[in-house]
């Protein structure tokens, strides 16, 4: 766990140390050339196969059904369980397009990156009369688009000169101005939902969660970094201070709130579903953005979170107000957490729960939405796996800090059960039940943008050589740059010059 900062050398960055080490370490042993390489090309395959059906039976809606090879306009959908105020003449913005551009880059396919880039250029628009959820449609699409513009403007890209003049990022602003009503409320706390034509719409629902407005910084701030125009920053910082302001003693926050009053719903959290992003966010935002209101949040927030959800290597749920467990079970979206310990240096946590996690993997064959430690069941209902990428992220910042071999085996081992159990003719299928290995006809569009983008990463990670991103909470990539910097930390500062030409993820990549 991460101590105080000094000024010897604060603790944000003893992960600087541990990663120089392992840039010299030796390489995988049982995992040479030839076998990274069987690997690597084994995801890629697995990304085209997904990626060419999407385009052929789905393109330009927004995901694809591989069971029917047919499509679901799903922006609209996500994050709506009781699937209410569903647009009529909606027709798709082609989501899983979007996703699929930084992997498209990352597997050095420049020339349908390309095309990609110039269809959304000349076809889409958001003056659309649908009702979609902010934190889904920030993460998947402004963030995407973001993510898109960066690397089309990077030299390495190869679009053909003259092609790429910003589009996308008037895609984005566009995006971006449209969101803004959402943040029109009492509290500043945004709204969940925003009508990307009409805005916020009557009689709105005030509910949403703490990931849901506490994750917004990344991708509004590089907005804001990338126009000029502070306002996009401004209102999800504002969020974030408001939200962080409603903490309890304990330095612990709810799930849900309401964001006309301000009142908490749900007190009950822990580091899952409503609650997972809004820490990512805060580690990342400190590092995209150098200002240490982010670090200091999330030290807070770090340690309130070791204390009292951390259970031996797993961590449960307990009530904000008092720190007594509340529910025992592991979630499918907790297996981000030991990756995010990795880029505050907290190895030996990161490990031990990433192996449970695993565990669990390897019980049934794939990871579980939801199960009940304290009853060792699987929960009744939330039986299905959807093809999530979270312990594919973990075991590749796991490699990237450690260089231990074994999770090169992890990443073999969920590459091959995704080919078992989810792969057919069109595409990748979830995982309805696992315990049956029943398939759902939905092939979401983060398996594109984050699941084997991770994999592929975790067998070659050439393409991150010399570079410094962040990767946001739906894999879209965001460059570290010093203009982007509020203040760059000494510690930040002298480090860098000593090990720069080693190349980064996150905060370095060896």
Request: hydrophobic share 40%.
């Given at each position: 766990m991460p101590a105080a900062r000094s000024a010897s050398g604060p603790a944000r960055w003893g992960l600087l140390s541990l990663l120089i080490l392992s840039a010299f370490s030796h390489p995988a042993a049982g995992f040479g050339a030839a076998k990274k390489a069987y690997m690597r090309e084994k995801v890629r395959k697995m990304f085209y196969h997904a990626y060419e059906n999407y385009m052929a039976h789905a393109f330009p809606h927004d995901e694809l059904k591989p069971l029917t090879k047919t499509f679901t306009?799903?922006?609209?959908?996500?994050?709506?369980?009781?699937?209410?105020?569903?647009?009529?003449?909606?027709?798709?913005?082609?989501?899983?397009?979007?996703?699929?551009?930084?992997?498209?880059?990352?597997l050095g396919n420049f020339t349908e990156f390309q095309r990609g880039v110039l269809w959304l250029s000349d076809n889409l628009t958001f003056d659309v009369d649908a009702r979609v959820?902010?934190?889904?449609?920030?993460?998947?699409?402004?963030?995407g688009l973001i993510s898109a513009?960066?690397?089309?403007?990077?030299?390495?890209?190869?679009?053909?000169?003259?092609?790429?003049?910003?589009?996308?990022?008037?895609?984005?602003e566009d995006l971006g101005q449209r969101f803004l009503p959402a943040f029109d409320s009492p509290t500043g706390l945004p709204y969940a939902w925003i009508n990307l034509k009409n805005g916020v719409m009557e009689n709105e629902t005030t509910e949403t969660s703490t990931s849901g407005c506490g994750s917004l910084?990344?991708?509004?701030?590089?907005?804001?970094?990338?126009?000029?125009?502070s306002k996009y920053e401004a209102v999800a910082l504002r969020a974030l201070r408001k939200l962080w302001s409603m903490r309890s003693s304990l330095n612990l926050l709810g799930t849900t709130l309401d964001v006309v009053t301000g009142e908490w719903i749900e007190c009950s959290s822990g580091i899952g579903a409503g609650v997972d992003s809004f820490y990512e966010y805060l580690i990342k935002a400190y590092i995209l953005f150098g200002s240490d209101e982010?670090?200091?949040?999330?030290?807070?927030?770090?340690?309130?979170?070791?204390?009292?959800?951390?259970?031996g290597p797993w961590y449960h749920e307990a009530d904000m107000r008092t720190g007594r467990a509340t529910y025992w079970q592991l979630t499918s979206l907790q297996a981000f957490w030991p990756g995010l310990q990795i880029l505050v240096g907290d190895i030996?946590?990161?490990?031990?729960?990433?192996?449970?996690?695993?565990?669990v993997w390897q019980r049934f064959g794939v990871l579980p939405e939801r199960y009940l430690l304290d009853h060792d069941m699987l929960h009744p209902t939330e039986r299905y796996y959807p093809l999530r990428p979270e312990l594919a992220e973990s075991t590749f910042y796991l490699y990237q800090a450690t260089k231990d071999p074994w999770y090169m085996e992890v990443g073999e081992s969920i590459i091959n059960s995704l080919n078992s159990y989810a792969k057919v003719d069109g595409g990748f299928a979830s995982i309805r039940d696992v315990m049956t290995m029943q398939q759902e006809d939905h092939q979401?569009?983060?398996?594109?943008?984050?699941?084997?983008?991770?994999?592929?990463?975790?067998?070659?990670?050439?393409?991150?050589?010399?570079?410094n991103y962040v990767f946001t909470t739906e894999g879209h990539l965001l460059p570290i740059r010093s203009s982007w910097h509020?203040?760059?930390?000494?510690?930040?500062i002298s480090n860098w010059t000593s090990i720069k030409g080693i190349g980064t993820i996150d905060v370095l990549h060896s």
């Open positions: 306009d799903s922006l609209s959908e996500l994050g709506n369980l009781k699937l209410e105020y569903l647009p009529q003449n909606y027709n798709g913005s082609a989501l899983s397009l979007i996703e699929s551009l930084s992997s498209l880059v990352v959820n902010l934190f889904e449609c920030n993460i998947r699409v402004l963030g513009h960066i690397l089309a403007t990077d030299t390495k890209s190869r679009l053909d000169h003259g092609l790429y003049k910003n589009q996308l990022l008037n895609l984005a910084i990344l991708e509004m701030g590089a907005l804001s970094r990338l126009t000029g125009d982010y670090w200091d949040i999330f030290h807070s927030a770090y340690l309130a979170v070791q204390k009292y959800f951390r259970h030996a946590a990161a490990n031990s729960s990433h192996r449970e996690f695993f565990h979401h569009s983060f398996f594109l943008s984050e699941t084997c983008k991770y994999l592929y990463l975790l067998f070659d990670d050439s393409f991150l050589a010399d570079k509020e203040k760059l930390p000494e510690s930040y």
